[in-house]
Each structure stands twice: as C-alpha cells, then as structure tokens.
C-alpha cells in the first residue's frame, strides 16, 4: 500500500520560512511526478510546485520566488522551503505523487499558518 507521510507546517509570522517533507512508501513504480497542492478553508485544491524525475519544476504564480521544490529519487522524498511567507500562504498543504500509469496518490495533509 502506497503511503505519503508529510512532515514540517506550523505557525510562523509574515516574512518567515518553513519546509514541508514528503516521504513515499510501499510502491513499487517510482514515481513520474511528486509535488505539493494546497488548499484553503472555501477554496479549490490548487497546485502549489511540483517536480518530474528528471528535476523539472513547476510553480503557481503565487509562489515563484519564494518557493523552492527539491526531490530525491532514490529515497521518494519530497520536499517544500517556502520563504518569505504571506498570510495568504496559510492552508492545508497536502503532498502529491503519481506514476507512470497515471495512478494519483495523495498524504493527509499538513497546516501551514502565516500570521499577519
């Protein structure tokens, strides 16, 4: 059974940094895609940075910058340093994987607030 396990997220006032891991277990494919989504309380899911295989990156808008996605393939990790945080960064960050065939799996989320 394929797990992801997130770590990191807390409380840190404007202007602060975090970082979120993601460690992938039980899958016997690597995985094509790892990255991370968010989602705000009345908000859709929306993607935050996301990282191929071959370490191509992705990122909202929102967060170029300020936000930096790395992985390690051989260990199935990702992870998330977000810097210079705004209060509109404050969500639940989930971790993202998928494989070759498309298959999506999904952790349990992590709260990440930003106090004004």
């Known amino acids: 059974q394929v797990q992801l396990v997130e770590s990191g997220g807390g409380l840190v006032q404007a202007g602060g940094s975090l970082s979120l891991s993601c460690a992938a277990s039980?899958?016997?494919?690597?995985?094509?895609?790892m990255g991370w989504y968010r989602q705000a309380p009345g908000k859709r899911r929306e993607l935050v940075a996301s990282?191929?295989?071959?370490?191509?990156?992705t990122y909202a808008d929102s967060v170029k910058g300020r936000f930096t996605i790395s992985r390690n393939n051989g260990k199935n990790t990702v992870d998330l340093q977000m810097n210079s945080l705004k209060p509109e960064d404050t969500s639940i960050y989930y971790c993202?994987?998928?494989?070759?065939?498309?298959?999506?799996?999904w952790g349990q989320g992590t709260q990440v607030t930003v106090s004004s």
């Open positions: 993202n994987a998928y494989n070759m065939y498309l298959i999506q799996y």
């Open positions: 039980g899958s016997r494919l690597s995985f094509n895609v």
């Open positions: 990282i191929n295989s071959t370490g191509t990156t």
